[in-house]
């Protein structure tokens, strides 16, 4: 009998303020008129049609944006508290599945064919999976089941930094050529100092 297929969740963090891109970044299009969490929205939905994104409480036009684009969203209220806090929030929307890949709002170029390489990674029983170029590791980064307790257990702003740092031995670093792995969105500057890469290849855009 076939083995049965890993349900691994994709958790899209869209709950920060933006204060030093000047707010409201995560509605700001890039240069094709599309806004920047749509994109990131779209790259995992490419790979995976399992996508929760949490966003900050109140935050409608986001809300109804990324409902659009097809993600299941989710509001929490706690998400002041930071990245973790609304990591774990995410998780916890989606406790029973075997894994989560989580992956940033304002990292809006992320190929799908990278991020479907660290879903494979979870599903072949990866604790931990996250994209690699040129030694540097990027995002997004997956988790095995079995770190559920330590995601939940998420608060603050620090992310899962300290999970990825407990158990440093059993990340699965996966090569790759996207630059997207490391390109996030913190000021408009960033948009006008790095202008599009070349396009994806043929059967990696979104």
Request: glycine share 12%.
């Amino acid at each position: 009998m076939a083995r049965e297929q890993k349900v691994i969740a994709a958790i899209l963090i869209a709950a920060g303020a933006g204060t030093r891109f000047g707010g409201d970044k995560l509605l700001h299009p890039l240069e094709d008129g599309v806004a920047i969490a749509a994109h990131a929205a779209r790259n995992l939905l490419a790979a995976t049609p399992d996508v929760i994104a949490v966003v900050r409480w109140g935050d409608f036009p986001l809300y109804d944006m990324l409902e659009q684009e097809g993600c299941q969203v989710s509001m929490f209220q706690g998400a002041e508290r930071g990245m973790g806090a609304s990591l774990a929030h995410g998780v916890a929307q989606a406790r029973g599945a075997d894994g989560w890949i989580v992956a940033l709002a304002d990292m809006p170029r992320i190929a799908p064919g990278t991020i479907k390489t660290v879903i494979d990674a979870l599903e072949q029983g990866a604790l931990i999976a996250a994209p690699v170029r040129k030694g540097e590791r990027g995002h997004p980064v997956g988790f095995g089941a079995t770190l559920r307790d330590e995601l939940l257990a998420l608060d603050g702003d620090q992310g899962a930094r300290a999970v990825v740092e407990r158990h440093r031995d059993s990340v699965r670093l996966i090569e790759c050529d996207d630059p997207g792995i490391f390109f996030d969105v913190d000021r408009k500057s960033d948009l006008t100092n790095h202008p599009h890469p070349n396009p994806p290849p043929e059967g990696e855009g979104s």
